[in-house]
Antibody, heavy 116, light 110 residues
């Protein structure tokens, strides 16, 4: 059974940094592209970033390029998202999702709240 | 950048009725790269349809997808109580890799 478990979300002050993690199990992690998708409270889904199975290729939504860094550690079956310079508008549930053209499995999400 | 516009914003129907949800793209989208998701309150999205018309594993056959080019449709043939949720369409563009979601359609009980 595929499982994706996010962690690392918490209350952070504006300007702070955070690293989110997603622990994967139930599939050959290194064979699949992975993404982060976020959802602000009461809003729709917004793709943040994707990384290839090898980790060599990364892609970002235009508005995310400057402050977000995606990475993966295939030996640990773990996906990461580093967020710097956090802003109030980054407040959201952050999901990790498995897949290339579409996302066939999602984690339960981790909540990031940016507030002073 | 491709924009996906879903309509209606909210759809009010009764169990047993047929639901038709629309997703329109600002430019042509490959059918291979159009997907639909269902999201219930407090839950992660669930993949329903990929490649515009292929049901994901375990998805009941009352869900069907169709369309091509700029116009895509998700149809739920006979609504069950558990189908009332928010539905999103999503497209994937490969050069460069980018994903876009529609704003969602809320399907509510009438």
């Amino acid at each position: 059974e595929v499982q994706l478990v996010e962690s690392g979300g918490r209350l952070v002050q504006p300007g702070g940094s955070l690293r989110l993690s997603c622990a994967a199990s139930g599939f050959t992690f290194g064979n699949y592209a992975m993404s982060w998708v976020r959802q602000a409270p009461g809003r729709g889904l917004e793709w943040v970033s994707a990384v290839s199975g090898s980790g060599h290729n990364t892609h970002y939504a235009d508005s995310m390029k400057a402050r977000f860094t995606i990475s993966r550690e295939n030996s640990k079956n773990t996906l990461y998202l580093q967020i710097n310079g956090l802003r109030a508008e980054d407040t959201a549930v952050y999901y990790c999702a498995k897949g290339g053209a579409e996302f066939d499995h999602w984690g339960q999400g981790t909540l990031v709240t940016v507030s002073s | 950048e491709i924009v996906l516009t879903q309509s209606p914003g909210t759809l009010s129907l009764s169990p047993g009725e047929r639901a038709t949800l629309s997703c329109r793209a600002s430019q042509s989208v490959s059918s291979s790269f159009l997907a639909w998701y269902q999201q219930k309150p407090g839950q992660a999205p669930r993949l329903l349809i990929s490649g515009a018309s292929s049901r994901a594993t375990g998805i009941p056959d009352r869900f069907s997808g169709s369309g091509s080019g700029t116009d895509f449709t998700l149809t739920i043939s006979r609504l069950e109580p558990e189908d009332f949720a928010v539905y999103y369409c999503q497209q994937y563009g490969s050069s460069p890799p980018m994903y876009t979601f529609g704003q969602g359609t809320k399907l509510e009980i009438k």
